[in-house]
Each structure stands twice: as C-alpha cells, then as structure tokens.
C-alpha cells in the first residue's frame, strides 16, 4: 500500500481484493490459531508451567497488547473500516483480516498468561540444585498477571481519549503503540532464553509452537507489510525482530533435547555393557521417580535427601553421586531441623552392601 494513497483510492483497492493475498492471509490466520496449541496443550498436559519465564509472559502479553492496539489506530487500518461502509461483507472481511491476525495472537497469547497462572508449580524444585538462582514465587506470577491487565486497561483507556478527544494525536500514539511492542517484543524472549539456559531444558516451553511460529512469524511480517506497506511499519517491524528472537531459542531449545537424549543413549549403552553391581542382584529395579526438575534427572535418579539412595544407584558412581549432591544440599540448607544437629543425622553415610 502506497503510504500517500487517499482513502478513497484504498477503498476502491479493496473492492478488488488480491485472491492470492487473501488466501495467505487466511493460511496465516489458521496457522497462528494452530501454533499456539502445542503450547496450551503442553501446559495442560503437564500440568505446570514450570520452565516458562514470568518475564517473558509479561512482556509476550503486553506486546501482544501493544500490537494490536496499533494496527487497529494506523492511518491504513481505520482507513480500511471506513471502507466497509461501502463493501460488501466478503470484501470487508478481506480488508480487515490483519486485524483478525493480530487479535487472534492476542487472545492466544493472553491464554497462555491464564493457563501460567492457572498451572503455575513452582512449589518444587524447578532449577539444578547447585544453582544460586532462586525459582520464581507465587507472587511474581500474580504480579505478572496484574501488570498485564493494568497494562491492557491503560492502552485501551488512552487509545478511546485519543480516538475521541485528540483525533489529530492518533497517528502518533499509534507508533508509539507499535515501537512500544517492537521495544518489548525485541526483550521478550531474552528471560525465556536466560531460563532455558539455565535449567538446561525447555520445562513446558512447546518446541512444536516454536517450530511452526519462528518461520510463520517472517511470512505473517512479509503479509502485513503487502497489507500495510510503508506506512505501518510499526506494525510489521515487530515480527521480524521476534522470529529472529523466537529462532534463537528454538535452536536452544533443540540443541538441550538433542543432548539430554544423546546423554540417554549413551548412559543405556553403558548400562548395557557395564559389569554388573552387586546392588543389582540384591534390589528390585529402581522405582520412577516423580520430580519437576532435579540434579541427576536426566540419569533417573531421585531427588536429594532420598532416604535410600542404593535402591536408585545401579553402579557405585551414581551411588557417590546421590552422595555428593546430598552433601552440597546440606551445605546449604536453611531449614532448623535439617541442620547438623537438628533431627536425624543428614551427614548420615550409606552403606550399599549392608542394609
């Protein structure tokens, strides 16, 4: 769209829509809807949004806001509802498909803000356990969750007073609506790729969502930008900057998955080929342990201060392991009772060939 083309001329482009432009831009729309599924489904399957950065749900949600608030107060799409007086409903709707695409991801996103609060499980233990980093609190996703709506009634609250009593101011709240969400959606995915990095595994992060959304986010920019042209670059500049983010993190996130199953591979192989322990002829097989997250997880074995660590131990290093990282927990725990001193003995040494 030409950035100096009057109104009238865009509504007589519309009553001629592009077929092919609006059959990628419904492509586009059913693809957004179908993206973010694996994501909702993750955190529902699992039942914890465990792995999933506060922060990232926070600046995910209010760019969403952000954004499509400003595609709904550029010159191009106000002028494209005022067409619709003079189009028919299938021409209409073809008009104001951008505006369907940036309202659903908003509701689609918003939903994984309800289903972050809905499952948030960060009771347990969510990081390694020589980690000095803190899990996120109750709290903090409560706070996020009110920034968010604070966020949304602000927006929409200065967007009615400059629709109605500042018409002439409307053109630039809009980009600053647009470069507000390029501004966080540039950060958005920087604490979700700080949290990845750390846990060293994507938690409830979807692969699939990423997968479909980082080369959909480049193809729903090159749509927006043959919708809006020039003149809404605030609109389209935003999914550029967060494709190139969101692949970032896909190529994190497959490079952990592909190591914790390589580290799998390698450990059935040794468990394979390995003389057998004594341990194993004397204990049943280990029982699955049930954790979020813990060090040792990706060797199956249990969480720390496990009251009988040679059930779990098939060779006498994972045996010295449990040991050593009970000794690190010890060190620092802030517990009363846990202390040296308090109940029990937790410096306590198990011993594998007697019982």
């Not at 952000?66 to 509802?81: H, M, Q």
């Not at 390694?128 to 980093?133: F, N």
Request: negative net charge; proline residues 6%; hydrophobic residues 45%.
């Amino acid at each position: 769209m030409d950035i100096f083309e009057s109104p009238n001329d865009q509504c007589e482009r519309l009553k001629t829509p592009s077929y092919l432009e609006l059959t990628v831009s419904i492509i586009i729309l059913v693809g957004l809807f179908i993206s973010y599924l694996p994501q909702h489904y993750r955190i529902i399957s699992r039942g914890t949004s465990e792995g999933i950065s506060p922060y990232f749900v926070l600046l995910g949600t209010t760019s969403a806001t952000s954004g499509f608030a400003n595609i709904l107060t550029v010159p191009p799409s106000r002028a494209a509802i005022s067409c619709c007086k003079e189009l028919d409903t299938f021409e209409c709707t073809a008009g104001l498909l951008g505006l369907a695409q940036l309202g659903l991801q908003w509701i689609c996103f918003a939903l994984i803000l309800v289903l972050f609060l809905i499952f948030f499980r960060y009771t347990v233990a969510t990081v390694p356990e020589d980690s000095d980093e803190d899990a996120p609190t109750w709290r903090t996703a409560v706070m996020v969750g009110f920034l968010c709506f604070l966020h949304a009634l602000v927006v929409i609250a200065l967007t009615g007073v400059f629709a109605i009593a500042l018409p002439r101011q409307l053109d630039a709240w809009a980009n600053f609506l647009g470069i507000m969400a390029a501004a966080l959606a540039a950060v958005q995915y920087i604490p979700q790729i700080f949290t990845t990095y750390r846990l060293k595994h994507v938690g409830s992060l979807s692969i699939p969502m990423m997968c479909i959304q980082t080369p959909g986010g480049l193809l729903f920019a090159a749509s927006l930008f043959a919708r809006l042209g020039w003149a809404g670059w605030s609109t389209w500049f935003i999914y550029i900057m967060t494709a190139c983010m969101q692949g970032t993190l896909l190529f994190m996130g497959i490079y952990f998955e592909f190591s914790s199953r390589r580290h799998d591979v390698v450990v059935n192989v040794y468990g394979d080929s390995a003389p057998q322990s004594p341990i194993e002829h004397t204990h049943p097989r280990r029982p699955p342990a049930n954790r979020t997250y813990s060090e040792g997880w990706e060797r199956g074995l249990p969480g720390p201060f496990t009251g009988h660590p040679e059930r779990y131990a098939e060779t006498e290093e994972d045996l010295e392991h449990i040991q050593e990282r009970e000794e690190r927990a010890i060190a620092r725990e802030s517990q009363p009772l846990l202390r040296p001193g308090g109940i029990g003995n937790p410096y306590k040494h198990y011993d594998s060939t007697h019982h």
